[in-house]
Structures are given as structure tokens and as C-alpha cells.
């Protein structure tokens, strides 16, 4: 891998500042030509309870750490974090298949929480309230909640580990981050910087694994882990959750979504489908904010579909490290395998193919287009993650609205317009946790982002993030 600081590059795990490597390991493969990148640690349970007992231990340190203590040292790991960009940018394009542009722009949206709650860190503020009698003091106190377990996917390998563990490591808490195993080498290459950056043996603990199942259970079971944040699949999330509730941790869960992106008609159709294209392909569709189902309204139906036509024809599927590829492959042939199920199963049952998603070499899927798609079909249903705008198209805003809000799900969801009532009235009545409005990007640091419905709950990032770390104590005191 052509990348300067060599050192980024692991194969092994991080369990209480050590860097370890184990009898059984497993390999991680570039999605876009197959080929072996490194083979890493393939942890089990008792790597994962030495992590555990890691985390536990150093707790007790790191939480009595001053506040600008944690804060400068989030800070140094910023730093250490841009100035490696491009290495880490090359890393994530390799064992994910994003192109180069995207993956530059993760490693700064990912950085971009860690500086932010280096910021936070320092303004996690009580209260005093006036007391029930003359002689009592109320007084709340914000503490960390304990050791944390983050579960990430492989979508964004490193900014959904920053958005998790910067909120943690600022609130005092130390962390067991299992990546997802396609992706593990982005989050090993942030643990070596973390190092770097000054943060504690044991604070920070990477356990690798293709048995996710195994360890994810040990990390719910085991009461010493006080909070489990997990982004990925709502079936999986559920099955976690209760996993968990013998022991009641705390939790966060980023699942699924369907994003409805609704184009009304007195939208500007140009603005539309530029945000159209940048909500769907991102990430080659496989955001769990990526446009779903997009409804349009029918008098600009036809004039929609050939200006979108006309952007999605120059897309080009290729490597991420090639400049003029616009999405890279997909993860895995499971990935794969779901788009043309979907694609098939909405063509039979009447959806017109504007543009035909063609399965290329090995993962790679150009990208494709159909219109005409009902609720009737799977489609409508299920989360494509992958390159395939599916189009729908409604009179009237009460049967959008309905439409929009039958799943399930409720992540995200956009629309194009310009009436500001008409605006008001859909913003509040879309069943999603986030609204984009005249814009097919709604992710930054600034924004809580999170989901209602089976999209779970919790809040990421924002001054909402950190307080899934933390803990609200009452202190009555009796003056008397
Ligand atoms: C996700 O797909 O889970 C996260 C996407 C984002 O942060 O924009």
C-alpha cells in the first residue's frame, strides 16, 4: 500500500497499550480487486474479557483526569489524525472501496468530533437547583458512565469510530471498540495515533475479529461495560439490545433507514437533483442516510427523471484510488447480490428501467435508475445500499406524506421546496430523526445525528452527543 507513515498499517490489536497478535488471525481484502491487504488478530472471548478488564481498570485514572487534561490530549489526536489524512484516506479506500475524495473527507468529518468534543470536554457543566426548604442545596453533577463497548460498521471504519469514542474519552469513560471485520485497519491505524497522541494503556482498546457474534455477546454480557453505542443493522441492533438488558447498559443505537427524498413541485428541479445525487451515491449508496425512495411530484415528474437520468449516466464506477471515479465498488458480493434482487423483484412487478445497474468486474456496480416504483415492491421496503435510484411519483402532499412515512424506519429524510408553510407542515410531520431541506447532506458535527422508529435512538455528535456518556448525580444537601 503506498502510504508514507508505514507505521499506520497494523497487524495486531490494542489491548491495555499493548499491541498483540494472536494465534488465529483473519484477512482483510480489498473489494476492489480481491486481493490479500494484511491479515490481523482474529480475537475471541478471551482476548475481548482482557480488553474488558483493560477499560476497567483504567477507568478510575482517566475519569479523575482534569477536564483540559482530556481535552488537550483529544486535541493531540486531531492533529496527529489531519496530519496523517492522506495515509488514512488511502488506507480506508483500500479495504472499503470508497473513492480517495470521500475517504479524505471522512478522515476530516471523523476528526471533526474529535476536535469538537476536545471542545466539549471542557463545558460539561452541573447545575444548583433552589432546594424544597430553606435549608436544603440541590446540586446536579455530570459523571462518566464507565467503560464503553462500540460496535462500527464498515460503511465509515473511521468516522463512526470517532463520533463514538471522542464524546467517551471527553466524558472520562474509556472504551472496547470492535470495528466491523471487513474494515478493521482504519480503526487500528486511529488506535496507533491515539497512542501517539498521549492517551493512556488501556483507555483505548481495539479488539479484531471475524466472529463478531462472540464477541459482541461477551462485550453485552459482562457488567464491567456501562454503555454499548452501536451503528449498523436494526436486526442486529436488536438482537444486542437485548443482550444487554441483563446487565442495563445504557445505550445508543444508529440502525437502519429507509430516507424518503421528496421533490415538490414547486422545488428548483437543478438544486434537486444535485442533492438527489449527493444523498443516493455517496459512499456508492451504502449510507444508512442515502435517499431510499425518491417521490416525485407528477407535474415535474418526466422533466425530474431526465435531468437525473442525465447526472447518473456520467457516474463512473471504478477503483477509489482513481481520480475520475466517481463511486467505488461495493463491500461485499452479499452487497451486491441485494441490488440486483431488489432491482429484479421491482422490474417484475412494472418498474420502467431508465438506466440498468450492470454488475462489472468483481464488486464494482455502475450505476442505475428506475422509475415508476410502488410500495408493493420490496424496494420500498429494505435499505438498497447500493447504487440504484429508485423513483416514485405522488399528486398530492397528504399521499406523500403517507407514502414517505410508511416504513418502518426514520433516520433521515430530505425534501425540495420552496414554500415556508408548506416547508413547516412536512418537516414536522416526516417520522425521521434528521430533515434535510433544499439539501441532499445532512451530516456534520454540529447536528445531532440519530434516528426514531427501528432506527433507534440516541444522539451522535452536536452539544447532544456527549451526554450519552454521561451520567446525572443529585447532591441534597442539608444546610441545617
Ligand atoms: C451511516 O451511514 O451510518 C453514517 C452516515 C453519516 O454519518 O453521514
Redesign the pocket.
Same mark, same amino acid.
Given at each position: 500500500m503506498d502510504i508514507k507513515n508505514k507505521n499506520l498499517l497494523k497487524n495486531s490489536c490494542l489491548i491495555n497499550g499493548q499491541w498483540r497478535e494472536s494465534a488465529k488471525s483473519f484477512e482483510v481484502i480489498n473489494p476492489y480487486n480481491q486481493e490479500l491487504i494484511i491479515s490481523v488478530p482474529d480475537c475471541g472471548e478471551s482476548e475481548t474479557l482482557e480488553a474488558i478488564e483493560a477499560a476497567h481498570k483504567s477507568f478510575e485514572s482517566w475519569k479523575s483526569q482534569t477536564a483540559e487534561k482530556r481535552s488537550d490530549i483529544l486535541y493531540a489526536w486531531y492533529d496527529l489524525i489531519m496530519k496523517n489524512q492522506e495515509d488514512l484516506a488511502t488506507i480506508l479506500t483500500t479495504e472499503q472501496g470508497k473513492i480517495l475524495a470521500e475517504a479524505r473527507a471522512e478522515i476530516a468529518?471523523g476528526a471533526s468530533y474529535i476536535k469538537w468534543f476536545a471542545e466539549e470536554a471542557r463545558r460539561i457543566y452541573g447545575d444548583t437547583i433552589p432546594g424544597k426548604s430553606q435549608d436544603e442545596r440541590i446540586i446536579v453533577i455530570k459523571q462518566a458512565v464507565g467503560p464503553v463497548a462500540s460496535i462500527t460498521?464498515w460503511?465509515?471504519p473511521m468516522?463512526?469510530i470517532a +463520533?463514538k469514542i471522542a464524546p467517551a474519552l471527553a466524558a472520562g469513560c474509556t472504551a472496547v471498540i470492535k470495528p466491523a471485520e471487513d474494515t478493521p485497519l482504519s480503526a487500528l491505524a486511529m488506535a496507533y495515533l491515539a497512542e501517539q497522541a498521549g492517551i493512556p494503556n488501556g483507555v483505548l482498546n481495539v479488539i479484531t475479529t471475524s466472529d463478531s457474534s462472540t464477541v459482541g455477546k461477551v462485550l453485552c454480557a459482562d457488567d464491567r461495560i456501562k454503555k454499548l453505542s452501536f451503528? %449498523?443493522s436494526t436486526k442486529v441492533g436488536k438482537i444486542l439490545m437485548e443482550q444487554c438488558s441483563p446487565t442495563l447498559k445504557k445505550l445508543s443505537m444508529?440502525l437502519g %433507514?429507509n430516507a424518503p427524498m421528496i421533490i415538490l413541485d414547486d422545488a428548483d428541479i437543478d438544486k434537486a437533483v444535485s442533492g438527489t445525487i449527493a444523498s443516493k451515491f +455517496?459512499?456508492a449508496g451504502?449510507?444508512?442516510?442515502?435517499a431510499n425512495r425518491i417521490y416525485v411530484h407528477e407535474s415535474i415528474y418526466d422533466t425530474f427523471i431526465e435531468k437525473l437520468e442525465n447526472r447518473i449516466k456520467k457516474i463512473k464506477a471504478g477503483s477509489g484510488l482513481e481520480s475520475d471515479s466517481k463511486i467505488g465498488p461495493l463491500i461485499n458480493q452479499a452487497a451486491v447480490d441485494k441490488v440486483t434482487r431488489l432491482f429484479e423483484e421491482a422490474k417484475s412487478k412494472g418498474a420502467r428501467v431508465i438506466i440498468e445497474p450492470e454488475v462489472k468486474e468483481g464488486l464494482l456496480m455502475s450505476a442505475g435508475m428506475i422509475a415508476d416504483v410502488t410500495h408493493d415492491m420490496d424496494i420500498a421496503k429494505e435499505e438498497i445500499f447500493g447504487p440504484l435510484a429508485a423513483i416514485y411519483k405522488f399528486s398530492t402532499d397528504e399521499e406523500m406524506l403517507k407514502l414517505a412515512n410508511d416504513t418502518e424506519f426514520g433516520?433521515a429524510a430530505y425534501f425540495f421546496g420552496t414554500d415556508p408553510k408548506r416547508i413547516w407542515h412536512i418537516a414536522e410531520n416526516l417520522e425521521s430523526g434528521m430533515v434535510g431541506i433544499n439539501t441532499g447532506?445532512?451530516?456534520n458535527v454540529t447536528a445531532p445525528?440519530g434516528g426514531v422508529k427501528h432506527s433507534g435512538f440516541g444522539r451522535?455528535g452536536s452539544k447532544y452527543g456527549i451526554e450519552e456518556y454521561i451520567q446525572i448525580k443529585y447532591l441534597n444537601w442539608n444546610l441545617s
Open positions: 468529518y460498521p460503511n465509515f468516522a463512526m +463520533r451503528t %449498523g444508529e %433507514g +455517496r459512499n451504502q449510507t444508512c442516510v442515502c433516520l447532506l445532512i451530516s445525528f451522535e
